[in-house]
């Protein structure tokens, strides 16, 4: 672990995954690794911009998900958040309201003409978000 000079080391308690939905599953199971050294629980953060809730397909998805992860402690958080507030600052006011928590990002793999046009928020995250963030690459 690397910590900042001007920090303290203080014991991780909550895992907050700040996760799009698309493959929940793949990333869910990579998380305990990181959770369990710390007996931290994970929450599983979906931002609803749109208001429009989750199916039934997709709240099943979530529950085999986390089912299938092995790991007691993760729950999952569906927050309606106000579109005229960036998802960067959606996520600060959040991981604030969690003591000793690190947000947990699996940026998306782009291609180079993606890279050009689209930003990435994990990227953004990295250099202006005051909270510890940990970023893992998915996997191929």
Same mark, same amino acid.
């Given at each position: 672990y690397a910590i900042q000079i001007r920090h303290r080391f203080k014991k991780i308690h909550t895992l907050v995954y700040a996760c799009d939905l698309k493959t929940p599953l793949e990333e869910l199971k990579t998380l305990p690794f990181f959770a369990k050294p710390f007996?931290?629980?994970? =929450?599983?953060?979906h931002l609803d911009y749109w208001k429009?809730?989750?199916?039934?397909?997709?709240l099943k998805n979530i529950e085999t998900a986390i089912k299938k992860a092995g790991y007691k402690k993760i729950v999952h958080v569906e927050k309606e958040v106000r579109i005229n507030?960036? $998802?960067? =600052?959606?996520? =600060?006011g959040y991981s604030k309201k969690r003591k000793n928590s690190v947000l947990? $990002?699996? &940026? =998306?793999?782009f291609n180079i003409f993606e890279?050009?046009?689209? &930003?990435s928020i994990t990227k953004q995250l990295s250099y202006n978000f005051s909270r510890p963030l940990l970023s893992i690459r998915k996997q191929q």
């Open positions: 007996d931290a629980s994970i =929450e599983l953060l429009r809730g989750l199916s039934e397909i997709e507030k960036t $998802m960067q =600052e959606h996520l =600060e947990a $990002m699996f &940026p =998306e793999n890279k050009i046009f689209l &930003p």
